[in-house]
């Protein structure tokens, strides 16, 4: 025994004398007659390269840890871990002091550095808490189109357990066989994901998010209902007003938070890939109420596998903002058949697109909405000049053949005009005329 302590007391001097130094590491596997296999190591890393699995328990990651403080790397033996896809255990590792680390639940299955080759600190030199919870989070994007598949795929490429629900048969089918391929603004990459048209597939997830058009909220709530746990937070990410009332209404007050995405610009290229011309900002926030602890370890979710997000204590700002930005282009394009750039380049249409913006603004005003800018067609130049190149949805719905969401954002606004006693009618006219060419559209 003494002997073997002597050892690990050397190698271990040694390692943080050469920790940025390459290191050569002896593994042994039990992968076939020949079960040993030397890899270089970059000492800058300060980590062994894990494995292409993981393992289903999280106290394993704990012991593994454990291990390598007592262990010299060539003593040490790794169970073989399933596929990486597979449903993470649900229980949590006992760590020292844990009891007095006060965190949401889906924080605490957040994964610290989970970027494959990313470099940081030794396990060995992070604190107890975070060297133990090393799980990924378990998301259903409930709606997988072009913004449901661009939030799958790159949560599923932080390392996140990420299952796709849509009843598109054919897109399924192509992430299942081949991945999701995500191309754009956030680079190019095929991501492996679950997927499926039944939820019942899935089981209970941490966090299911909505991702359907405002007029489908309903229906996808109660399909999801599945997928809700009790500790289930439920995101409802639409563009216009009444997504997240819908999703509530189903699946309980309590339940249901609100997101709102903004500067994607992202469309389907064919089944299992998505492109998107930017990646501007998510916002997040309760439906009542200040930020949560639960909204702010969704926000870290979503940070860590590259979004931009902000969190609001004041809902209604959340939702008002970007629909002040969609009231401006989506009808407006639509019913042009243009893309966000060209409008703003024309003089003609920009006057109409720049007069459902200040309607909208006035509107919000008026219902007790407090904007962050006071010039409206300033602030929606400015977010459409860094996707100009982009149909928003409501254009490529109509391409498609498929039902358009007007009602829930330029209808919307002399809708709640009416209430307040404030007229709009830019919005109104934006929104006849859309209908009106998805009337002729369909039925040709």
Known sequence: MEGVHGQVAQATAARL??????????RTHAVGPRAQERERLPGGAGRLRRGRCREAQRGCELRDVQDRRRLPADQHRRQDRPPRLLPPARALAAVVDLQ????????????????????????????????????????????????GSVY?????????????????REHV?????????????S?????????????????????VVIATKA??????????????????????IQNGLGGPDAAAGVLGEERVAVGVAGGFGASIVGPGHVHHHGLELVRLGERRGPVSARIEAVAKVWRDAGFNVRTFDDVSRLVWEKLVCNVAFSGTCTVLGWTIGEVISNRDAWSVAAGCAAEAHAVGRAS????????????????????????????????????????FINGA??????????????????????MARAATAFRD
């Open 100 to 147: 007095r680390v006060e965190v949401h639940a889906v924080l605490a299955k957040e994964l610290p550095g989970r970027g494959a080759g990313r470099s940081g600190p030794l396990p060995e030199e992070r604190d107890a808490f975070h060297s133990a919870i090393i799980a990924a989070v378990k998301i259903a994007v409930v709606g997988a189109g072009a913004m």
């Open 368 to 407: 007790g909405v407090a904007f962050d800018f006071d010039d409206p067609v300033a602030y929606v130049r400015d977010f459409g000049l860094k996707i100009p190149g982009a149909k928003p949805s409501m254009l490529l719905d109509l391409e498609a053949g498929r039902r358009l969401e007007v009602d």
């Open 413 to 434: 606004i002399p809708r709640v005009g009416r209430e307040v006693g404030v007229a709009a009618p830019a919005n109104q006219t934006v929104t006849s005329l859309v």
């Open 187 to 207: 680079g190019d990459r095929v991501v492996p994901l679950h997927a499926t048209t039944d939820p019942a597939d899935v089981g209970v997830a941490d966090l």
């Open 17 to 26: 004398r050469r920790r940025r130094q390459p290191l050569e590491v002896e």
């Open 215 to 236: 007029m489908d909220v309903e229906a996808a709530a109660e399909a999801a209902r599945p997928l809700v746990g009790s500790e289930t937070l439920v995101l409802s």
């Open 152 to 168: 799958a795929g790159l949560l599923g490429s932080a390392g996140n357990e990420v299952w796709a629900v849509d009843v598109w």
């Open 173 to 185: 089918d192509a992430i299942r066989e081949h991945g999701l391929r995500v191309e754009g603004a």
